[in-house]
């Protein structure tokens, strides 16, 4: 992912999500993390968040799909409330996750 393509997702997505309360965030990112998967990530968090404007079972697939894909990749989003951040970090090792998912798509 060029450089300009990355920095758009990143700027699209902090103009989408931090605002009100979460106005006085800001974003880090794991260095253990490349910015193509920290691009998909925070594409699909911004996506699933407006999503949640639509229809419950739209939303629900959505969000569902999102999950899978970013357990998938091993990211997750956390937000931390006392230092005011949301994180884009290395998702915790969950074997059973990864079981479900491995199911899941190959049944």
């Not at 925070?42 to 699933?48: A, E, S």
């Not at 949640?52 to 970013?70: H, K, P, Q, T, V």
Request: aromatic share 10%; hydrophobic share 40%.
């Amino acid at each position: 992912m060029r450089v300009d393509e990355f920095d758009k997702v990143v700027d699209q997505w902090k103009n989408y999500i931090f605002r009100g309360p979460l106005e006085e965030y800001s974003l880090e990112i794991d260095t253990d993390i490349s910015n193509d998967i920290a691009a998909i990530a925070l594409y699909l968090d911004q996506k699933t968040v407006k999503a949640s404007g639509e229809i419950e079972e739209f939303y629900d697939g959505y969000r569902s799909a999102a999950n899978d894909i970013l357990e998938l990749i091993g990211v997750c989003l956390e937000q931390d409330d006392e230092n005011k951040v949301v994180k884009v970090a290395i998702a915790p090792n969950n074997s059973s996750l990864q079981e479900e998912l491995q199911k899941h798509i190959w049944g």
